[in-house]
């Protein structure tokens, strides 16, 4: 399975934005599609992830609350709603995959879309 980020922007904080990511492949049901950011000069975070199956989700404690994360089965994308961003939520956004649910071990990488939020 290959993951690919897109629709990252350019947003106003206190705004709003979608980005996607785009699976080529089947995607078993035991599968967990998690997103992370990368901000210039800190470590990648763990933003959210949704198991494809069930749809059970998992935010990070930065994010909780303003981001929600869905997966569309027919169209094989996720998607990281975000709100309310702040300036501090700029970073490259990333999607990844893993067997099972958890903020770690995540494999797939695919190229990151940019999110910059102006204060």
């Known amino acids: 399975v290959q993951l690919q980020a897109y629709g990252g922007g350019l947003v106003q904080a206190g705004g709003s934005l979608s980005v996607s990511c785009a699976a080529s492949g089947r995607i078993l049901p035991n599968t967990a599609v998690g997103w992370f950011r990368q901000a210039p000069g800190k470590e990648r975070e763990f933003v959210a992830a949704?198991?494809?199956?069930?749809?059970?989700?998992l935010y990070g404690d930065s994010v909780k609350g303003r981001f929600a994360i869905s997966r569309d089965k027919a169209k094989n994308t996720v998607y990281l709603q975000m709100n309310r961003l702040k300036p501090e939520d700029t970073a490259v956004y990333y999607c990844a995959g893993r067997y099972n649910l958890d903020k770690v071990g995540y494999g797939y990488w695919g190229q990151g879309t940019q999110v910059t939020v102006s204060s």
């Open positions: 949704v198991m494809w199956g069930g749809g059970a989700t």
